[in-house]
């Protein structure tokens, strides 16, 4: 090896020492203090009860809404529905069933009327509260296939008018669900 490669060895091994002993003296003059807990609070202005919060969008249960709903008001809101529907007793079929006694009616059950394959599908369930809300809330999406065409009623608290009003459309009407 010869001295000049020796003395640029010498220079580069030296030049790291005096980084490495700076870096360990800076390490110890500003030795970085960590906090105990890191980080801080943020103000937050985020709800913390319950109520508030994500479960308040989530709907209530169609028991808790029929326990406030009213048939009056249901029966107001069917307009949309004469379009398609006869509710009175004895009444014909015309785009859609009758759906005088509908409440507990197993599906897709009135003679002569020509039911989806979806519907027909479904015949082994019956028009109860829980499966009108779903219904009526969005008829494709909870029964995909359905003849209904019909964007559903959005409003939950309408939705529980509408069941419990269909429930008074018959000789005697069923016990509701109770929350
Ligand atoms: C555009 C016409 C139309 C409108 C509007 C409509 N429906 Fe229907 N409905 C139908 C058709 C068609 C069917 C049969 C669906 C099938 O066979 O898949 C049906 C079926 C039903 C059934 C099942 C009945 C059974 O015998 O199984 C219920 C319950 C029902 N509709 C309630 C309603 C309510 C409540 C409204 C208003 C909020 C409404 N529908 C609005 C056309 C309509």
């Known amino acids: 090896m010869n001295i000049e490669a020796n003395k640029i060895a010498g220079a580069v091994l030296s030049t790291l020492l005096v980084v490495m002993g700076l870096n360990m003296v800076s390490g110890i003059v500003f030795a970085p203090k960590k906090p105990a807990v890191p ?22 249960p169609i028991a808790v809404r029929l326990a406030k709903a009213d048939p009056a008001r249901g029966e107001k809101a069917i307009g949309a529905c004469k379009a398609c529907h006869t509710f009175e007793k004895g009444g014909a079929n015309k785009v859609g069933p009758h759906l005088y006694d509908v409440y507990a009616r197993p599906k897709g059950s009135v003679a002569g009327f020509g039911y989806s394959a979806a519907m027909k599908s479904k015949s082994g369930e019956a028009w109860e509260a829980e499966q009108l809300d779903g219904f009526i809330k969005n008829p494709k999406a909870y029964l995909p296939g359905t003849s209904m065409a019909f964007a559903g009623v959005g409003k939950p608290d309408a939705r529980a008018d509408i069941v419990a009003y269909l429930n008074t459309l018959a000789d005697a009407p069923k016990p509701l669900p109770k929350p």
């Open 39 to 60: 980080g801080f609070d943020l103000p937050s202005d985020e709800p913390t009860t319950a109520a508030a919060g994500p479960a308040a969008a989530a709907e209530e």
